[in-house]
């Protein structure tokens, strides 16, 4: 079992930043993946961002250039660093690993992005 805690959200103006992370425990060594998704209100929750255990990262489209995943293995760590925010980033963000088990959720943080 894999234990997901989100830290970081909040809210922001258009054109700030926020820095979100997920701290991982339990079995972590079956964990070879691990994402940012978010789901705004009425809408498909959808995949922000995704680092694998050998460091490859992939993006959604609507956030390239402007957010940035990274992980700290020594802390079983995964961050999302988020720049240039805009409104439509608005959404609850979870953390999601991948193991070839089982896949865990975080409980998500609320990022609300307005003047």
């Known amino acids: 079992h894999v234990q997901l805690v989100e830290s970081g959200g909040g809210l922001v103006q258009p054109g700030g930043s926020l820095r979100l992370s997920c701290a991982a425990s339990?079995?972590?060594?079956?964990?070879?993946?691990m994402g940012w998704y978010r789901q705004a209100p009425g809408k498909q929750r959808e995949l922000v961002a995704a680092i694998t255990s050998g460091g490859s990262r992939n993006y959604a489209d609507s956030v390239k250039g402007r957010f940035t995943i990274s992980r700290d293995n020594a802390k079983n760590t995964v961050h999302l660093q988020m720049n240039s925010l805009k409104p439509e980033d608005t959404a609850v963000y979870y953390c999601?690993?991948?193991?070839?088990?089982?896949?865990?959720w975080g409980q998500g943080t609320q990022v609300t992005v307005s003047s």
């Open positions: 999601k690993s991948f193991s070839k088990t089982e896949d865990y």
């Open positions: 339990g079995s972590i060594f079956s964990i070879y993946a």
